[in-house]
Structure formats: C-alpha cells, structure tokens
C-alpha cells in the first residue's frame, strides 16, 4: 500500500513544534482529514505539547479546516498543552474575525512572535 | 464586456470542484474583478458546495448537484441546487454565539453570508442562489 504523503512540514526545536501547511488551499475535505489526523498524533505523541502552526503558505481555507483547528485546540487544551497561530494572510484573518475565532486562538503576526508567547 | 456563464452537474469530487472553482475565478478576471472578489467567490462557492454535498447530496447514488453561475463586471451570480430534501436557513444555529463557538462545524452559511452580497434560498432549502456586486457589502 502506497504511504500517504504528508501535508505538512514539522520541526521541532527545544519543546516547540512548528507545522507548516504543504497546501496553499485548505479546501479539500480529505486533505483536511489528513492535516487533522497527523496533528492530532504529534500532539498525542508529546506531554504538554507546544505547537505552532504557521499559515505562511496558506491562501485560502475552508469551514471545515477551521472545525479542524478547534479539535487540534482542544486536543492541546486537554494535554495541558499551548498552540499559537501565525502569519495569517489578513484576508484569511478576516474570515476568522467573522466567525470570531480570534477570540479562541492566540495568533500572532509572526513566528518569532508566537515563539516568544509561549509560557514555559 | 460579454456575459460569461456555466452550468455543470457535480458529483462530490475534488477535482472536478476544483475545476469549477478554478474556471468561475478566470471568467472573474476575465470580467475584470479583483483579487478580494475572487477571494470571495472562492470561499462562497467551497462552502455552498460542502453543504450541498454534506446535507443535501448526501446519498452517493443520489442526482447530481447543478451548478451554474453568470459572471458580468458588475455582478455574479451563483446557483446551487442539490436536489435533495432541503432545510430552513433560518434555523441554523448562530455559530458565533459563546455556546456554539467550539463547535466543529456550522460556519459555511455565516461565511457565504458575510462574503456575498445576497444569499438566498428557495421554499424547500436545497437551492441556494448567491450575488456578489463589489462594492455592495
């Protein structure tokens, strides 16, 4: 059976994993699927994961990938763990603003920034 | 400017929703809208597909969903009907209310509805009719 390849790029430095989106549309329900069930597994995999997802790459999403990303907060908040989003196109921004989900994520410009926000 | 239009029957597959999408982006273009339109257009049309896919066509052996859409300088115009049993828009929870806001889904019709000009429904729910005017809020 052929592996299915990955839509993300992981690194992990000190305690701190950052992912990074293959996809520049996060639109497609099955790859949504995927970016779910592997981040979900890095958070399963650590203690009190950090996790940093940089939307560098990202020109649109999907209702669906931000259901996504409230199972992943969960998940984390559930493990005593902190999650930090960054670089958010404004416009994608803006669709989090709608559905005020910038409420419930802590999102920050950069990834220095969302580095520098994590409590140790 | 001539009056771009298409009309397809869709299944629920990726490519060929690609493919729609992709092709109403470049008659937008074509009839001159930017790129916060067609920023617009893409969501708006992603997520009145995965509805009509989700909760109308669900049954795979179920008809097609139609999709059609009319692109001017000035406006455009997306239909979607799924044939399937229909809802009440009305109904739909506010996702954005403190006790639904980590719920996982229900968001697609507050997004259409913030994106687009106008949206709206026929009597029984399964067809949906979208305008976008730039400008028009």
Request: with cysteine.
């Amino acid at each position: 059976m052929a592996s299915v390849e990955s839509r993300l790029r992981v690194q992990t430095e000190d305690d701190i994993t950052r992912i990074e989106f293959v996809d520049r549309n996060i639109l497609d329900e099955g790859n949504i699927q995927q970016i779910g069930d592997e981040i979900l597994q890095i958070i399963d995999s650590a203690d009190r994961p950090k996790l940093l997802i940089c939307f560098s790459n990202v020109e649109h999403l999907s209702s669906a990938a931000l259901g996504t990303l409230i199972t992943i907060n969960k998940r984390i908040r559930d493990k005593g763990g902190q999650l930090r989003l960054t670089d958010i196109d404004p416009q994608i921004y803006e669709v989090f603003v709608i559905t005020k989900l910038n409420k419930l994520f802590q999102i920050h410009a950069t990834i220095d920034e969302g580095l520098a926000s994590f409590e140790s | 400017m001539p009056v771009l239009s298409d009309s397809q029957q869709l299944t629920n597959d990726p490519d060929r929703i690609h493919a729609i999408e992709e092709k109403l982006l470049t008659a937008a273009k074509q009839a001159g809208h930017d790129s916060s339109t067609a920023f617009a257009l893409r969501l708006a049309l992603d997520e009145a597909l995965r509805n009509a896919f989700t909760h109308g066509a669900t049954d795979p052996s179920s008809q097609p969903v139609d999709v059609s859409w009319t692109v001017e300088s000035s406006r455009v115009t997306i239909v979607i009907n799924d044939h399937g049993p229909g809802f009440d828009p009305d109904a739909i929870a506010d996702p954005t209310a403190d006790e639904n806001i980590e719920r996982p889904c229900g968001r697609g019709l507050l997004l259409m509805r913030a994106y687009m000009t106008s949206v709206s429904h026929n009597k029984s729910g399964n067809t949906v009719t979208m305008r976008y005017e730039p400008g028009g809020g």
